[in-house]
């Protein structure tokens, strides 16, 4: 059974930083698309960002370019999001996904997807 656990969500001051990190069950990882997506209160959750299965390709969404870095560790089966810079508006639940998409894809319907991680950020 695929199982991905997120943790590192937090309460943060803007300008602060957090790294998220996502372990799944190692079934899937050496061979999927790992992906972060976030839902604001109200909102639907979005796309952040993705890393491919050899990690040479990434994508992010436009509002977190240059703050925020995918990163996936093989040995640990863990993939981070490092993210830097932060502001109110990054204010969310933190998803981590796994799936079969191309890193350019920013809708994902059929993927495996953890519960979730709370990030806070205070103005």
């Known amino acids: 059974q695929v199982q991905l656990v997120e943790s590192g969500g937090g309460l943060v001051q803007a300008g602060g930083s957090l790294r998220l990190s996502c372990a799944d069950s190692g079934r899937i990882y050496t061979s999927y698309t790992m992906g972060w997506f976030r839902q604001a209160p109200g909102k639907e959750r979005e796309f952040v960002a993705a890393i491919s299965w050899s990690g040479s390709s990434t994508n992010y969404v436009d509002s977190v370019k240059g703050r925020f870095t995918i990163s996936r560790d093989y040995a640990k089966n863990t993939v981070y999001l490092q993210m830097n810079s932060l502001k109110p508006e990054d204010t969310a639940v933190y998803y981590c996904?796994?799936?079969?998409?191309?890193?350019?894809?920013?809708?994902?319907?059929?993927?495996?997807w953890g519960q979730g991680t709370q990030v806070t950020v205070s103005s």
């Open positions: 996904a796994a799936g079969l998409q191309p890193t350019s894809q920013v809708s994902w319907k059929d993927a495996y």
